[in-house]
């Protein structure tokens, strides 16, 4: 993907620098003072790399004036205004952000850079420096991607905690607690892989780069770490709706899931990966305390079992179906190993093509809902330890159930339990 | 009289027997060209079946959403379906050929009104087709969204949907075989609108209640924020 095809101020933005050690794209929207952080803990980095930060705004339709020289102050800090998406480019938040992320790794080659960091969120704590921790591994590591790791809440990255990180873990065997960021520190080497796949690929929704970042750098050995970031704030996206949601997510994942089968069915166990910098202290649950209505939720889970079976049994095995049958409504739980199974048969029928994509993915969402109105009521109550605690006995299931994955991929007719 | 009575049949047999001759050839043409078009189908169908095997058709159809035509097939694969009717048009097209042999006005008039009534026939079946499967997609969208937005009604409003796509698809296909063109579209009409009518009546009636409290609310509450969705995905 071209940068011009993206915006043609970005492009130009990109051309005046010439060329740079680090790109920072900051798609988050920071205040003047948390942009003051960033810049000072940037320009702090051991060694003085020469690091460009495209500064998201928004977007113009004519050429931006000529500015001077971004070095010509001697600081190793260029900070460039950049519009990643031209106005009308991107339908949903979604795509926004991920084309925002194509136009950066873009910007990197043009660059020649050997990193890029892609900040997307917003911290509690904005003077932590905490982007230069995306970033120093990558210059002094010569890790290939940092990965973040977030203070845990309990109802926040619920998509990750349930499906995403699990599944990376499962399949590829390392234990990334964040795959998918969205804050990220990526290497040239990395994401020109990446991107040089891409190429070769169709399809995948819009963050299928963003998708492929964990499990290329799995698959072909990359140095892979994670850091501690903090807590973080979550921006004001509409992404309520789950269905769309899941569609856009999972999409690239399952479809990652298929291009790399050769690989993730040799993969038996995980691994720890290399986490720096101290867990943050136990986070207040913040937005997180407010109720959650499980009702609502598990209403939509029963109205799925009254009128989705038709799609379901495409889909699901019967015993999966008559165990989803037997789920109480008064005693509302999802077994971790009834989901698992469930979240593996999914990908199975996306490589099969067993329905339209698009209807097989938004046909989980009462599935997934009924699975959070069941971590809702497990959690209640829970600290940070226990959530944690938790979610690594999911992480426990979605290995001990790899086997009837590779199973039911292999044989998919005959394995049908 | 005798005479008269002999040579009478004599020609009227003559008559038969030259008649009879002479549409000897026209039979074996009709069975020549029977023959070769039958070799042609077999040959045509297998072809068919092997070139779509190899770009995987059938997969494709599944991931078009095309499912409907997979379930409705022979064998359960539209790749036989296909190579099957591509066989029965050259057999079709064999047998009119043959009739043409020969050669009479009758046979030119009928090969003549068959030609020109196959491309309605042929348009009807697409359209069936074309109606059929767009209204299981469309059903099946409108089922899943309407259950993600926590419709009671989901399952009505996908069968509401079905309908009026297959009613839609069986009116344009009458159209396409003029038959009774004028009666299908005002028969067309009335069920088209009734269906919609009655969707909307169900619809309404359905949540007259939810309705009522929501006017009431607005009336008698003060407005209240809706509350901030405490679920983060991703």
């Not at chain 1, 499980?294 to 989705?308: C, E, K, P, S």
Request: with cysteine.
């Amino acid at each position: 993907m071209e940068v011009d095809a993206v915006s043609q101020q970005a492009a130009q933005s990109v051309e005046q620098v010439g060329s740079a050690d680090l790109l920072v794209g900051l798609l988050a929207d920071l205040t003047k003072d948390e942009l003051g952080c960033v810049y000072e803990s940037l320009r702090a980095l051991p060694g003085s790399p020469r690091v460009v930060v495209l500064q998201n705004g928004p977007a113009v339709s004519s050429p931006p004036p000529p500015t001077p020289d971004p070095w010509e102050h001697s600081s190793p800090v260029a900070l460039l205004p950049w519009s990643p998406v031209a106005d009308g480019a991107a339908a949903t938040a979604i795509e926004s952000v991920a084309t925002a992320y194509e136009s950066i790794f873009s910007s990197g080659t043009k660059l020649e850079v050997k990193a890029v960091c892609l900040v997307a969120s917003k911290m509690e704590d904005p003077t932590s420096g905490w982007v230069c921790r995306l970033v120093q591994p990558l210059l002094a590591g010569d890790f290939d991607l940092v990965a973040p790791c977030y203070a845990r809440r309990r109802f926040e990255g619920l998509l990750n905690n349930s499906i995403v990180s699990p599944l990376t873990r499962s399949l590829y065997g390392k234990r990334i607690q964040n795959p998918m960021g969205p804050d990220l520190g990526v290497s040239r080497k990395l994401f020109e892989e990446v991107l040089g796949s891409e190429r070769d690929l169709a399809g995948g929704g819009g963050l299928r780069l963003v998708a492929r970042l964990a499990p290329v750098a799995c698959r072909d050995d990359f140095r892979v770490c994670q850091t501690y970031l903090g807590s973080r704030i979550y921006p004001p996206l509409d992404w309520t709706n789950a269905s769309a949601l899941l569609t856009e997510i999972l999409g690239p994942v399952f479809l990652s899931v298929e291009k790399n089968a050769a690989r993730w069915q040799q993969t038996r166990s995980s691994a720890l990966i290399t986490t720096l910098d101290e867990p943050a202290p136990p986070a207040s649950q913040g937005q997180s305390q407010t109720a959650v209505d499980v009702a609502r939720l598990i209403n939509t889970f029963q109205l799925g079992m009254r009128d989705l079976q038709e799609i379901w049994r495409l889909v699901l095995p019967p015993a999966t179906l008559f165990e989803l049958q037997r789920v109480s409504p008064e005693k509302f739980r999802i077994p971790d190993e009834l989901w698992v199974r469930i979240v593996y048969d999914f990908a199975l029928a996306h490589r099969l093509g067993t329905i339209n994509r698009a209807h097989l993915l938004r046909s989980l969402t009462p599935l997934y809902l009924g699975w959070a109105a069941s971590y809702a009521l497990e959690t209640e109550g829970a600290d940070s330890q226990a959530l944690t605690r938790r979610l690594e006995r999911l992480s426990i299931a979605y290995e001990a159930g790899k086997p009837y994955l590779i199973s039911r991929w292999r044989w998919p007719d005959r394995f049908n339990p | 009289m005798w005479k008269q009575i002999e040579d009478a049949l004599n020609q009227s047999t003559t008559a038969f027997i030259t008649n009879s001759v002479r549409l000897l050839p026209g039979i074996v043409a009709m069975i020549l060209a029977l023959l070769v078009s039958l070799v042609l189908a077999w040959i045509v169908g297998l072809v068919l079946r092997r070139l779509l095997a190899s770009v995987r058709f059938d997969e494709w159809l599944v991931r078009w959403g095309l499912s409907p035509a997979v379930e409705w097939s022979p064998s359960r694969s539209p790749a036989a379906l296909v190579s099957g009717l591509a066989s029965a048009a050259v057999v079709i097209a064999g047998l009119l050929i043959g009739v043409a042999a020969f050669n009479s006005e009758l046979t030119s008039e009928l090969i003549r009104a068959v030609v020109a009534y196959v491309p309605n026939i042929v348009g009807a079946v697409l359209v069936l087709l074309v109606g059929t499967i767009a209204a299981r997609f469309l059903a099946r969208s409108v089922l899943i969204g309407a259950v993600n937005l926590n419709l009671d009604y989901a399952r009505f409003l996908s069968a509401g949907v079905k309908v009026l796509v297959n009613v839609l698809a069986v009116a344009m296909a009458l159209e396409h075989l003029r038959i009774a063109v004028g009666i299908v579209e005002l028969a067309f009409g009335i069920l088209f609108g009734g269906i919609v009518f009655s969707l909307a009546l169900a619809v309404a009636l359905g949540s007259k209640d939810l309705v009522t409290r929501s006017l009431e609310r607005d009336v008698k509450k003060p407005v209240r924020e809706p509350l901030e969705e405490p679920l983060r995905h991703l």
